[in-house]
C-alpha cells in the first residue's frame, strides 16, 4: 500500500523541516507548502490524507486557507499557532479543523491526532461507499466442488494479492459482483472502500458525474460540489459491472485515470490525483465491440491485464445441490420457519434445468419455493422457474409423480402464453374450467 500523504504548511522552513523529519520516520509521504497559494497548488496535484496549517502565513490565514482547502477536497486538517485563543479555537473547530495546537507542539501527540484523522476519514469514506469490512468479509464466490469453480478459486487467489485491474467476465447472474468483492476483500486494499458502479444504461454526463463528481455550476442542474465515486474509493477498489456498455465518450478519461492515476471533475480545470484498483465485469465480448468501434483498444488491454472467467451455471451442475441448499438454508432461517429439505426429485429438477439466469436464478427459485410452499419437504410441484419455457423435467422421469410431471407441463404452457388461461386451456386441450382447478389444485400463482 501506499504511504500515508500529510500536507505541511508553515511559512518557517526550520519548522517544517522538523516535523518533516518526525512524521518521514513513521512512514508518511510530506508534501510542503509555505504560503495559501502554494497550499492550494499541492491540494490540486497532490492525493493527500490529512494537513497540518500554521496559522499564520505571508498570504491569509489557516481559517480562510481552511475553507479553500475543503472546496478542493474534503481533508481533515489539524491547525498550529504560537498565539492561541479559546476563541479563535473554537472559530477553527467550527470552520471544519478536526484539532486547535499551540506551538511548540509536542510531536508524539500530533502523530497521534494524524493517524486518528486518517482513521476517521477511511471510515467516512468506506460508510459513503456503503459497503463495510464486515459485510465484505462474508462474501463467499466458490461455493461447491466443480473443477471450473475450483480453477477459478486457483487463480483469483493468485490475482487477490495483486494491485493490477482485473476484468470478470461471464454470462448475467453468474456472480461476477460477488467475485469483485471478494478479490476486494482479499487483497492489501482490504481496509479502504469498495465502491461499486453498473454502467449499463448510463447516459456520458451522468457516468461522468458519478465517478469524477463536478463542481459547482458545472452544468445547469449542479447547483452544488459533488464528490465523484473515484474520490470515494481513494485508496480502495473501484468496481465497474457492465463496462463494455460505458459510453464512448467516458471511456478515455478512465483509461487516464488508470495510465497517470488523475481525473478531473466536470468544471474543473486541473488534475486531481486518486489512488484506486480497478475491476471491471461485462457478460459482452469486448474484443468483438473493439472490432465494431464500440469501446476502445487502448483500455480494453488496459482493463483486461487479467482475465477472470465466471463459468455459466450449466457448466457447473454439480454444485447446484450445495447452492440450492445453502439458499434453501438462509430464507428458512430469515423467515423464522423450522428446518425444510429438497425431495431427490427436486433436486433432479433443479441439476436438470438449463439455468439461463445462472446462480441469480437459482435464488429466485429457492426463495419462491420457500415462500409459496407450506411442507417442510419442496418436491418438484414447488420449483417454478423464471424461464418457463426452458424447465422441462429431466430426461429420467422414472421417479417422478404424475402430477409432479403435470405441473411442469401447465406452468411451462402457461409461461408461454403469458399466464392467459383461455389460450393455455386451448393449448392444453382441457376447458378453461379445468385448468383453473388444475391451477388452484398444483398452487400455481394466479393467471388471468
Given at each position: 500500500?501506499?504511504?500515508?500523504?500529510?500536507?505541511?504548511?508553515?511559512?518557517?522552513?526550520?519548522?517544517?523541516?522538523?516535523?518533516?523529519?518526525?512524521?518521514?520516520?513513521?512512514?508518511?509521504?510530506?508534501?510542503?507548502?509555505?504560503?495559501?497559494?502554494?497550499?492550494?497548488?499541492?491540494?490540486?496535484?497532490?492525493?493527500?490524507?490529512?494537513?497540518?496549517?500554521?496559522?499564520?502565513?505571508?498570504?491569509g490565514n489557516a481559517i480562510s486557507l481552511l475553507a479553500r482547502i475543503k472546496e478542493i477536497i474534503p481533508l481533515p486538517i489539524v491547525i498550529l499557532t504560537g498565539y492561541g485563543t479559546i476563541e479563535l479555537a473554537v472559530q477553527a473547530i467550527k470552520d471544519g479543523a478536526e484539532h486547535f495546537l499551540t506551538k511548540p507542539v509536542e510531536l508524539p501527540a500530533l502523530s497521534i491526532i494524524l493517524q486518528?484523522?486518517?482513521?476517521?476519514?477511511?471510515?467516512?469514506?468506506?460508510?459513503?461507499?456503503?459497503?463495510?469490512?464486515?459485510?465484505?468479509?462474508?462474501?463467499?464466490?466458490?461455493?461447491?466442488?466443480?473443477?471450473?469453480?475450483?480453477?477459478?478459486?486457483?487463480?483469483?487467489?493468485?490475482?487477490?494479492?495483486?494491485?493490477?485491474?482485473?476484468?470478470?467476465?461471464?454470462?448475467?447472474?453468474?456472480?461476477?459482483?460477488?467475485?469483485?468483492?471478494?478479490?476486494?476483500?482479499?487483497?492489501?486494499?482490504?481496509?479502504?472502500?469498495?465502491?461499486?458502479?453498473?454502467?449499463?444504461?448510463?447516459?456520458?454526463?451522468?457516468?461522468?458525474?458519478?465517478?469524477?463528481?463536478?463542481?459547482?455550476?458545472?452544468?445547469?442542474?449542479?447547483?452544488?460540489?459533488?464528490?465523484?465515486?473515484?474520490?470515494?474509493?481513494?485508496?480502495?477498489?473501484?468496481?465497474?459491472?457492465?463496462?463494455?456498455?460505458?459510453?464512448?465518450?467516458?471511456?478515455?478519461?478512465?483509461?487516464?485515470?488508470?495510465?497517470?492515476?488523475?481525473?478531473?471533475?466536470?468544471?474543473?480545470?486541473?488534475?486531481?490525483?486518486?489512488?484506486?484498483?480497478?475491476?471491471?465485469?461485462?457478460?459482452?465480448?469486448?474484443?468483438?465491440?473493439?472490432?465494431?468501434?464500440?469501446?476502445?483498444?487502448?483500455?480494453?488491454?488496459?482493463?483486461?491485464?487479467?482475465?477472470?472467467?465466471?463459468p455459466p451455471l450449466r457448466e457447473r451442475r454439480e454444485d447446484i445441490p450445495e447452492l440450492a441448499r445453502f439458499f434453501l438454508a438462509g430464507f428458512t432461517t430469515d423467515l423464522g420457519r423450522p428446518k425444510v429439505e429438497f425431495t431427490p426429485e427436486a433436486l433432479e429438477g433443479l441439476c436438470a434445468y438449463h439455468w439461463p439466469g445462472n446462480i441469480r436464478e437459482l435464488r429466485n427459485v429457492v426463495?419462491?419455493?420457500?415462500?409459496?410452499?407450506?411442507?417442510?419437504?419442496?418436491?418438484?410441484?414447488?420449483?417454478?422457474?423464471?424461464?418457463?419455457?426452458?424447465?422441462?423435467?429431466?430426461?429420467?422421469?422414472?421417479?417422478?409423480?404424475?402430477?409432479?410431471?403435470?405441473?411442469?407441463?401447465?406452468?411451462?404452457?402457461?409461461?408461454?402464453?403469458?399466464?392467459?388461461?383461455?389460450?393455455?386451456?386451448?393449448?392444453?386441450?382441457?376447458?378453461?374450467?379445468?385448468?383453473?382447478?388444475?391451477?388452484?389444485?398444483?398452487?400455481?400463482?394466479?393467471?388471468?
Amino acid at each position: 500500500m501506499h504511504k500515508n500523504t500529510i500536507l505541511l504548511v508553515d511559512d518557517e522552513p526550520g519548522i517544517r523541516f522538523g516535523i518533516r523529519n518526525f512524521l518521514e520516520a513513521l512512514d508518511y509521504a510530506v508534501v510542503e507548502a509555505g504560503s495559501c497559494r502554494e497550499a492550494e497548488e499541492q491540494c490540486r496535484t497532490h492525493r493527500l490524507d490529512a494537513a497540518i496549517l500554521d496559522y499564520s502565513l505571508p498570504d491569509g490565514n489557516a481559517i480562510s486557507l481552511l475553507a479553500r482547502i475543503k472546496e478542493i477536497i474534503p481533508l481533515p486538517i489539524v491547525i498550529l499557532t504560537g498565539y492561541g485563543t479559546i476563541e479563535l479555537a473554537v472559530q477553527a473547530i467550527k470552520d471544519g479543523a478536526e484539532h486547535f495546537l499551540t506551538k511548540p507542539v509536542e510531536l508524539p501527540a500530533l502523530s497521534i491526532i494524524l493517524q486518528r484523522m486518517i482513521d476517521n476519514q477511511r471510515h467516512r469514506r468506506a460508510n459513503l461507499a456503503g459497503k463495510s469490512r464486515q459485510d465484505r468479509k462474508g462474501v463467499h464466490p466458490f461455493r461447491g466442488s466443480s473443477r471450473a469453480i475450483q480453477n477459478l478459486a486457483q487463480q483469483a487467489e493468485k490475482v487477490a494479492a495483486t494491485d493490477s485491474p482485473v476484468l470478470i467476465q461471464g454470462e448475467t447472474g453468474t456472480g461476477k459482483g460477488v467475485l469483485a468483492a471478494w478479490l476486494h476483500a482479499n487483497s492489501a486494499r482490504n481496509e479502504e472502500p469498495f465502491v461499486d458502479l453498473n454502467c449499463a444504461g448510463l447516459s456520458s454526463e451522468f457516468l461522468e458525474t458519478e465517478l469524477f463528481g463536478h463542481e459547482k455550476g458545472a452544468f445547469t442542474s449542479a447547483v452544488a460540489q459533488k464528490q465523484g465515486l473515484l474520490e470515494v474509493a481513494h485508496r480502495g477498489t473501484v468496481f465497474l459491472d457492465e463496462i463494455g456498455d460505458m459510453d464512448p465518450q467516458v471511456q478515455p478519461k478512465l483509461l487516464k485515470v488508470l495510465e497517470e492515476k488523475k481525473f478531473r471533475r466536470l468544471g474543473e480545470i486541473r488534475d486531481r490525483q486518486v489512488d484506486i484498483r480497478l475491476i471491471a465485469a461485462t457478460h459482452q465480448d469486448l474484443n468483438r465491440a473493439v472490432r465494431e468501434k464500440r469501446f476502445r483498444s487502448d483500455l480494453y488491454f488496459r482493463i483486461s491485464t487479467i482475465p477472470l472467467v465466471v463459468p455459466p451455471l450449466r457448466e457447473r451442475r454439480e454444485d447446484i445441490p450445495e447452492l440450492a441448499r445453502f439458499f434453501l438454508a438462509g430464507f428458512t432461517t430469515d423467515l423464522g420457519r423450522p428446518k425444510v429439505e429438497f425431495t431427490p426429485e427436486a433436486l433432479e429438477g433443479l441439476c436438470a434445468y438449463h439455468w439461463p439466469g445462472n446462480i441469480r436464478e437459482l435464488r429466485n427459485v429457492v426463495e419462491r419455493a420457500v415462500l409459496l410452499g407450506d411442507r417442510n419437504r419442496l418436491g418438484v410441484r414447488d420449483l417454478m422457474f423464471d424461464h418457463a419455457d426452458q424447465a422441462v423435467p429431466p430426461d429420467n422421469t422414472v421417479h417422478f409423480t404424475l402430477e409432479e410431471l403435470e405441473h411442469y407441463h401447465i406452468q411451462r404452457i402457461l409461461k408461454l402464453e403469458n399466464n392467459r388461461v383461455e389460450q393455455a386451456a386451448a393449448r392444453l386441450g382441457i376447458p378453461r374450467s379445468t385448468l383453473y382447478q388444475k391451477i388452484k389444485k398444483l398452487q400455481l400463482p394466479n393467471s388471468n
